[in-house]
């Protein structure tokens, strides 16, 4: 009790988009331009306060709103429970969700994720790895956050969230990272309950200066059962991801003769690291780490960090009884620069078709990114 101790450091990021767009003539609304994607500042440590904490504290900025993101305290090595963590922060739902956005492949989520898992939101939960590291499991409690950045569109909510993730192959010499070998398996389940009686589901063609171009619009329903699926493979250079989602919507009753509505998507994606890196695996939190490349930028030497191709079908479908949300499938096609493990530029070129209620026809996306951290 008479110890008290404090240590951390602060950090932040930035991303900036650029995108252009052809479309059919039926679809409308995309604008070409160049927008702040992300701005944060953060800062993250350890304490001793009574007993041993982590914490990390972070304010940001995502189009014209104010976020708070990945802003908790943490309890370590509790018996039985492992980590007790409460605050702001991304749910144990799909794997390209947990994963930050920093170290993902594409620029943004695929579109059945952004759709259907949830976002950053408040909440508690419980959970560790176990089996030397082969396994992990997370449950949480969760209700609406400050700021949305990426998820489904539900509002005035409550979720209980489960996770539980493996590893049945894994090989890693810290020596050689390239040569690493994994398989990655897990499943998740999301309860939803509504207090307003809405729940609703919406996606953006994989771009952030778009507009949504599938959306339910407000469902009338108490709640919603979603669960997911995923595995990815990683052997050196190469890395297979893919998930595939389901929501089961519990609609009032009387509104449509169907009493439950289906809404499901999927992806599966492929990345290969030109220069020889391997995507790296976090074992604590199940999810792809960063990026470091094996020999950082420098004219002079003629380093030129690394460089990953990568590619990425994925299929949302929110049509379901009376719900014409909408059909999305997109083929998105990437190239990543890491010339610094903190500094990165993205060229990503999409083809996507869209079929709802309003337009129907083909999206051709050339969008960009440049990020930096500290």
């Keep these: 009790l008479e110890e008290i101790k404090m240590s951390g450091n602060i950090g932040g990021r930035l991303d900036v ?5 052809l479309t059919s003539k039926d679809i409308e609304g995309f604008d070409d331009g160049v927008e702040l994607r992300r701005a944060r500042l953060y800062v993250r440590g350890d304490c001793i306060l009574l007993m041993p ?27 039985w429970l492992g980590e007790l963590k409460f605050g702001e922060y991304q749910p144990p739902m799909s794997l390209e969700a ?4 920093r170290d993902s492949t594409f620029m ?3 579109s059945p994720v952004a759709a259907l898992a949830p976002g950053s939101d408040a909440g508690v939960q419980i959970g560790k790895p176990f089996l ?5 499991w997370r449950f949480g409690l969760f209700a609406p956050g400050v700021g949305e950045d990426v998820g489904d569109a539900s509002e005035d909510f409550g979720r209980a969230i489960m996770r539980i993730t493996g590893l049945p192959l894994y090989h890693f010499d810290p020596d050689h ?10 499943l998740s389940a999301n309860i939803l309950y509504s207090a307003n009686s809405t729940v609703q589901y919406q996606s953006r063609p994989e771009s952030y200066l778009a507009p949504y171009v599938v959306n339910t619009g407000d469902i009338r329903a108490d709640g919603a059962f979603v669960v997911g699926g995923e595995a990815a493979w990683v052997n050196g250079p190469l890395c297979l991801e893919g998930e595939y989602l389901h929501s089961f919507v519990h609609e009032t009753p009387g509104t449509s003769s169907t009493p439950t509505l289906n809404f499901d998507g999927f992806y599966a994606s492929a990345g290969w ?26 004219w002079g030497k003629d380093a030129w960090g690394a460089w990953e191709i990568a590619a990425r079908y994925s299929f949302v479908n929110l049509n379901s009884e009376n719900i014409n949300g909408g059909r999305m499938s997109i083929l998105m096609t990437g190239l990543n620069w890491y010339l610094h493990p903190n500094l990165k530029m993205r060229f990503e070129y999409g083809f996507g078709h869209v079929a709802n209620l309003q337009e129907q026809g083909n999206i051709n996306i050339f969008q960009t990114r440049f990020e930096i951290d500290f």
């Design 108 to 110: 943004e989520l695929a």
């Design 17 to 21: 988009d650029a995108a252009g767009y």
């Design 98 to 101: 947990i994963t930050s956005s």
């Design 273 to 298: 690291f030109l220069t020889g890196e391997s995507r790296p695996y976090d074992r604590q939190r199940a999810c792809f780490g960063r990026v470091i490349p094996r020999h950082n930028f420098n």
């Design 53 to 79: 904490l982590s914490y990390e504290l972070q304010i940001g900025y995502v189009p014209h709103q104010f976020s708070l993101q990945d802003s908790y305290i943490a309890m370590r090595d509790i018996a």
């Design 132 to 136: 030397d590291q082969r396994m992990t």
């Design 177 to 186: 990272p390239e040569s690493t070998r994994l398989l990655h398996l897990g």
